[in-house]
């Protein structure tokens, strides 16, 4: 994962936190301040006391850019690192940037007999770190992506940075997921005047809050409520917005948000695609299965006779994931998105199946959620187009996709039993535990079996599916966890996968 980046005043926290941090993700910790120290041989006050600041600066510098091209790592920078502009590119560039905020009354009693801090020398404490703090608040909102409230206790203000983190989905675009959402809600475009917002029924709060922000930067804004669930994903409903945003005016260099589940992100990435031949697109995901699946990779689609027939690849710049929004979604939804964030766990991540062996739906989003968007990051990354790898993220789609069609239940569901039924071949041919899946995902309360279909329609449904190749039907089947490989199955092993899940 990409380093994050703690920036704040001095005594907010930003060391103590940070090696907390470090702890809990098993992430390398580094402070700058210290680093520096040890370089040097002496301690900070000295160096500036010898050196000067200018020269401690460069230092500092010197290990902003060293430290950027560094994985897994939570990094303390000192308190004026915001000062060059040339820092806060090289952090914002390869990284998250958390700001640590506490007020100045608790920032002078943490420094209380800290001998060590050059600025604070020559007046009363207090009154030189509100002075401080007044000038570069500005800078640390400008240089952050998020501002948490660090005032509270080590332990509470480090669970709290725990899964903000910035996730590149190739060159294109940015996935920020933390606490709360980011300052900067949409990339920074000094040619955009409007934003159409387009949301559903159960995500008007948070589309709400999201619109509000949006025009208090003063983008001129219009809302639209799309039609609830799969209904938003059709010509119908894609043609009234078309409408409204002719109304509207949206041009060129404008933006369309969508806020709200996979239907939304799929409708208003569609709509961002075809709008003037493609306009900007940002997503705002408020269902799990849409944040860690249909709002990463940029695929978008409608629904005709059969679902997503029409669409377009189509990156949104950003996605913003708030993981205080994901964790209020109600339970059923929560199980659904946890079929595909198991199931990015099974194909490629063992920490992510681990996390959720041990603690069932209770996992932290904070640890599951950039684990599974990072797997999807990855293999779109790879493979922009879905001529290859991508494919992987098929597993337990092929026979989930048949038996959803064919017995009517939420897609999550049926890519659990997919799982079970891709399980199953892949046990018979190389020897991969599939009780162990099949275990887990009873644990994560989704379903194993299949509803009473017929069997023949869930074939047929597989043969017309459109991963069909040639040479047969192809599958996703996995050696063991984390090494899917596509291929073709035979009728045989389809019969024995289907018979496993209840339609033998
Ligand atoms: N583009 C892709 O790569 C991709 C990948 C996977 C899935 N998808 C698509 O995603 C769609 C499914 O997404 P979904 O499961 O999010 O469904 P959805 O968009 O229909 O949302 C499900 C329900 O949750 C409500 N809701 C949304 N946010 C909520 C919140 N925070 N709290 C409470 N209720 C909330 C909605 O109003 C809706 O009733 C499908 O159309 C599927 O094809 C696309
Ligand atoms: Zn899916």
């Given at each position: 994962m990409e380093p994050i980046w703690l920036i704040g005043m001095m005594g907010s926290g930003k060391s103590t936190v940070g090696a907390e941090v470090a702890a809990r993700l098993r992430w390398t910790f580094v402070d700058i301040d210290a680093e520096i120290a040890a370089r040097v041989g002496c301690s900070i006050g000295e160096l500036w006391g010898s050196a000067g600041e200018e020269a401690f600066r460069d230092m500092e510098s010197a290990q902003v850019a060293r430290l950027a091209d560094t994985v897994d790592t939570v990094i303390s920078a000192g308190g004026g690192v915001v000062l060059r502009g040339e820092n806060v590119r090289a952090m914002r560039e390869s990284g998250v940037v958390v700001w640590l905020d506490a007020p100045p009354g608790t920032l002078a009693d943490r420094l209380e007999g800290d001998s060590d801090r050059p600025l604070l020398r020559q007046s009363d404490p207090q009154i030189r770190l509100s002075e401080i703090a007044a000038e570069r608040e500005h800078r640390y909102r400008s240089s952050s992506h998020f501002r948490l409230d660090a005032a509270a206790t080590v332990g509470e203000v480090a669970a709290n940075v725990v899964g903000h983190v910035r996730i590149k989905v190739g060159d294109a675009s940015e996935v920020l997921v933390g606490r709360g959402f980011a300052h900067d809600l949409l990339p920074v475009r000094p040619d955009r005047r409007k934003a159409a917002l387009l949301t559903q029924a159960g995500a008007l709060t948070v589309a709400g809050n999201v619109g509000d922000r949006l025009a208090e930067t003063g983008i001129e804004m219009l809302n639209i409520e799309l039609p609830d669930?799969?209904?938003?994903?059709t010509l119908e409903a894609v043609g009234e917005v078309y409408k409204r945003l002719a109304e509207f005016n949206l041009g060129r260099y404008d933006t369309i948000v969508g806020v709200g589940g996979g239907t939304v992100t799929d409708a208003a990435g569609f709509v961002a695609a075809t709008w003037l031949r493609g306009v900007e697109s940002v997503a705002v995901p408020t269902t799990l299965l849409g944040a860690v699946d249909a709002a990463i990779g940029g695929k978008t689609g409608l629904n005709l006779s059969g679902k997503n027939l029409v669409g377009a690849f189509w990156h949104p710049s950003r996605v913003n994931v708030s993981l205080d929004v994901l964790e209020t979604c109600p339970r059923n939804l929560m199980i659904e998105g946890t079929a595909e964030a198991v199931k990015a766990g099974f194909i490629a991540d063992q920490a992510i199946v681990a996390a959720y062996e041990e603690s069932g739906l209770g996992a932290p989003l904070a640890e599951i959620v950039p684990k599974a968007i990072a797997v999807k990051a990855k293999v779109v990354s790879d493979d922009f187009r879905e001529q290859g790898d991508r494919a992987i993220l098929n597993f337990g789609h092929t026979i989930g996709h048949g038996i959803e069609t064919a017995a009517g239940i939420p897609h999550g569901h049926a890519v659990a039993i997919g799982m079970v039924a891709a399980a199953t071949i892949s046990a018979a041919r190389y020897g991969f535990d599939a009780p162990r899946l099949t275990a887990l995902l009873t644990k994560l309360e989704l379903p194993i079996k299949s509803p009473a279909v017929d069997r023949n329609t869930v074939l047929d449904l597989v043969a017309r599916d459109k991963k069909r190749s040639s040479d047969g039907i192809r599958m996703v089947l996995l050696e063991d966890f984390g090494r899917p490989r596509l291929e073709s199955v035979k009728p045989a092993e389809l019969s024995a996968g289907l018979a496993a899940v209840g339609l033998g």
């Open positions: 669930r799969e209904a938003a994903k």
